[in-house]
């Protein structure tokens, strides 16, 4: 039998259903091998096992996106961890050498937001200048190293959304239709009845009718709309993951499976456009003003926006940072970003984003953190009591690719207490301490001094372990940022520092007698200022602090620098006292 199915360039050929089932089979097969990768490289928390799937440099700027916000209520901290990550991307691809962009901001239309605005009496453009401030106050006070903060209301957004739309009907995709459904406003979309239950009232003698998935309530919608053609994307979307499987299109593979399953059952056309009537704060639809453009067409083209798409002539886009790098988004919107956008982006015939990374939720009492049940932590609150870098570190340092984790600031609390006051900014404070002296260490070893000194074997090879350890820590830590692990990679560094700690207790400098001492002070100073420079992606502030103190000076701070004697120039001053901690005691 044969059926018809559409490829990536639209040229319709016909297939055979035992084509379709053996593509089918071999789909599955090669999903199995990269979940058994991964829970082999997981278990042994070991990068190297996986292959890098961060392209090598290129001749554009590495480019990473958040989502972007709603603007219904203030953001918490489920907001910056997405923040965080997309920022120690971006930070680490400039550490690499290679320039980029992170793109972070607000989603401003909406019946959601034109609800929530109504509600309070404000008008919505204040409601959303007043709203949208808040989060990029908190970009700011975290230290996201954001190149645009967009905002759905910009101007050159409109272009953009319109230049997409455009090109979606000139290539046959949209169409108009009637359309009837289960619409959730919260969550700005239709469901269907599989995935509704419905709750009788005995007070009221009302039925009222919620989401499976989000608990949301719905309503019913009956209108006119456009519609884009979704489901002609089954086969090319089926087609595009089952090319980028190992390579980590989505990633991790838990969510890539639920996806190719989703869209394995089959797609409906998609309505994306709500009449003007029941809702103005919108892009109008180019040509028909009757309709607005659905949000999420709207808030998906963000990305391109800022990459130029609206302004940029077909050939200058090409030369644009276009495509996105990575796309951070939380579990609860991978739909959008996993079979819509790569759906419209293939029907524009415009390159794909690399890689979608999904992380899971953070949890507060066991339940979701989200701003329309009220239950959340202010992320403001927690950096004023532990710092910032702090609770960035918190954040990075729990993996929550793969699985929701309950946040807690008193962890916050233990954490910056127990690795980043004890073993980070202790090793520091130590090297730094006002009776030795590194600007000596450095000249006795550009003198000549040995580096073991007079010490047993045993240390000497402990020692040299270290060194080489720290020598490998930039590939190390590389591995698992190209894995999209920055735990992993804080795991790597603290392993290296817990080693520097114990060398220190071992090789108590205090009691030496001072002419012994600058073979050792040395050795602690590299440490100190190997660990710092690879951990500025993740703590910029302590890192920096750390560099500061060191007397290193901010042109060797770079990659190159991250080896042993790759710098003999710092140290001036190191061991004044009253130079400040790494970490603010601030409790
Ligand atoms: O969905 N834990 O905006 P939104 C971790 N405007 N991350 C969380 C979280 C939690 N508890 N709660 C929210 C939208 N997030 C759309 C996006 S993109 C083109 C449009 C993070 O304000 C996470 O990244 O509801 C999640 O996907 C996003 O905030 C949802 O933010």
């Not at 793969?402 to 690795?419: H, I, S, W, Y």
Request: aromatic share 12%.
């Amino acid at each position: 039998m044969l059926v018809w199915s559409h490829c990536s360039r639209r040229i319709i050929r016909p297939v055979r259903t035992s084509e379709v089932a053996a593509a089918l089979l071999l789909r599955r097969k090669r999903l199995q091998a990269c979940e058994s990768r991964r829970y082999k490289s997981h278990a042994t928390n070991d990068a190297k096992t996986e292959q890098n799937v961060i392209a090598e440099k290129e001749d554009k700027p590495f480019y990473v996106t958040t989502p972007i916000f709603y603007v219904n209520a203030a953001p918490h901290m489920g907001h910056l961890y997405s923040m965080v990550l997309a920022d120690t991307f971006r930070r680490w691809q400039q550490f690499m050498g290679r320039d980029a962009f992170l793109l972070t901001g607000t989603d401003e239309h909406g019946m959601k937001v034109q609800q929530a605005a109504n509600k309070i009496e404000k008008p919505v453009k204040q409601f959303c200048d007043e709203t949208s401030q808040l989060f990029k106050n908190l970009a700011a006070e975290a230290h996201i190293s954001n190149d645009r903060f967009i905002r759905t209301t910009d101007e050159d957004h409109r272009e953009a959304v319109h230049k997409l739309w455009n090109t979606l009907v000139e290539k046959g995709y949209i169409y108009k239709g009637k359309h009837e459904g289960w619409y959730s406003v919260s969550d700005e979309t239709f469901y269907p009845e599989s995935q509704l239950n419905r709750d009788f009232d005995q007070s009221s003698g009302v039925t009222k009718v919620y989401s499976n998935e989000t608990g949301k309530e719905v309503e019913w919608a009956s209108e006119e709309n456009y519609f884009f053609a979704l489901s002609r994307m089954r086969e090319p979307l089926l087609e595009l993951f089952n090319s980028r499987l190992e390579d980590k299109f989505v990633y991790p593979y838990s969510q890539f499976k639920t996806i190719i399953d989703s869209v394995e059952n089959g797609l409906s056309d998609l309505s994306i456009s709500r009449p003007s009537s029941r809702f103005t704060w919108g892009i109008p639809v180019p040509g028909d003003e009757s309709q607005t453009i659905y949000v999420w067409v709207d808030a998906l083209t963000n990305y391109l926006t800022s990459a130029g798409y609206g302004k940029l002539t077909g050939s200058e886009f090409e030369k644009s940072m276009w495509p996105v790098d990575i796309h951070v988004v939380g579990k609860d919107i991978t739909r959008f970003h996993c079979i819509y956008w790569p759906a419209f982006l293939l029907a524009a015939e415009l390159p794909l984003p690399k890689h979608i990374v999904v992380h899971s939720h953070w949890l507060m009492n066991g339940a979701k953190m989200s701003k329309s049940s009220g239950n959340i932590v202010d992320p403001h609150a927690v950096m004023v009591i532990a710092g910032v870098d702090s609770v960035r570190y918190y954040l990075l340092r729990h993996n929550i690719l793969e699985g929701d984790g309950d946040f807690d600031t008193e962890r916050v609390l233990e954490r910056r207490q127990a690795d980043l006051v004890f073993k980070y900014s202790n090793l520091v404070s130590r090297t730094c301490s006002k009776s030795f002296s590194i600007e000596l260490a450095l000249s006795h070893h550009l003198k000549g001094y040995p580096i073991p000194g007079t010490r047993p074997d045993k240390f000497l090879a402990f020692q040299s372990e270290m060194i080489t350890e720290a020598n490998s820590l930039v590939d190390n830590v590389a591995r698992h940022m190209n894995n999209f692990n920055p735990t992993g990679s804080l795991s790597e560094i603290w392993d290296v520092l817990k080693k520097a700690n114990q060398y220190v207790d071992y090789a108590t400098p205090w009691n030496t007698e001072s002419s012994n001492i600058s073979p050792t002070i040395f050795v602690m100073a590299e440490m100190c200022r190997i660990i710092s420079i690879v951990l500025q992606p993740f703590v910029p502030t302590y890192a920096s602090k750390a560099l500061d103190k060191l007397s290193v000076s901010p042109e060797r701070r770079s990659i190159e620098y991250a080896k042993f004697e790759a710098d003999m120039t710092y140290g001036k001053g190191a061991n004044l006292p009253n130079r400040g901690h790494v970490v603010d005691y601030r409790l």
